[in-house]
């Protein structure tokens, strides 16, 4: 995803869309920024949202209402 504008302490900083899983069914899709800087297509990561993923990025509050902060090595579940 590409945004024209960004608020400058998004710089720098991946926004990426992200589909949620629940329970093994696919339930919409999210933009998170990436606190990794490592995620890619096919990824499965951990995302946290609120107050606290804004505080993911120390320097400045980045306003963002949900943050990718990790991987899932393994996903057992079948998806629906």
Excluded: H
Excluded at 15 to 28: A, C, F, Y
Excluded at 37 to 57: C, L, N, P, T, W
């Amino acid at each position: 995803m590409v945004a024209t504008v960004k608020e400058p302490n998004l710089d720098g900083i991946p926004l990426l869309v992200v589909r949620l899983i629940e329970n093994g069914k696919k339930k919409g899709m999210v933009v998170a920024a990436d606190s990794t800087r490592q995620a890619g297509r096919g990824d499965f990561v951990y995302m946290i949202g609120s107050k606290e993923a804004a505080r993911m990025f120390r320097k400045n509050l980045t306003p963002v209402d949900a943050a990718i902060v990790g991987f899932i090595d393994e996903y057992r579940e079948e998806l629906q």
